[in-house]
Nanobody
Framework: VQLQASGGGLVQTGGSLRLFCAAS????????IGWFRQAPGKEREFIGA????????IYADSVKGRFTISRDNAKNTVDLQMNGLKPEDTANYYC???????????????????WGQGTLVTVSS
């Protein structure tokens, strides 16, 4: 599967952005799709994941209540709605695909098989 992330940009503190992850290839529904971010000089950080056909995504505590993942298997897309953005949310954001379904695995970047290119989100103070 090939992934393409888009939708990044510059936004003020408290603003919103919606990121898009579009996938090509077959059996999209058999993949868990995760969102990660990486700020300069920092490790890649788990944001959340949509586990295959499960309608309840999982989230990192740092974004819970502000970010929402939505998935459309018919369109091969997984979107990330980001509200209440803070300067510390500034990073390159990535989507990735994994055949794993266990929560503890999906928080680890090394458990993903395919990655899209990043899309940059900048939150100004």
């Amino acid at each position: 599967v090939q992934l393409q992330a888009s939708g990044g940009g510059l936004v003020q503190t408290g603003g919103s952005l919606r990121l898009f992850c579009a996938a090509s290839g077959s059996n999209f529904g058999s993949y868990s799709i995760g969102w990660f971010r990486q700020a300069p000089g920092k490790e890649r950080e788990f944001i959340g994941a949509s586990i295959r056909w499960n309608s309840n995504p999982i989230y990192a505590d740092s974004v819970k209540g502000r970010f929402t993942i939505s998935r459309d298997n018919a369109k091969n897309t997984v979107d990330l709605q980001m509200n209440g953005l803070k300067p510390e949310d500034t990073a390159n954001y990535y989507c990735a695909a994994s055949q794993r379904i266990i929560y503890s695995s999906l928080t680890q970047p090394t458990r993903y098989d395919y990655w899209g290119q990043g899309t940059l989100v900048t939150v100004s103070s």
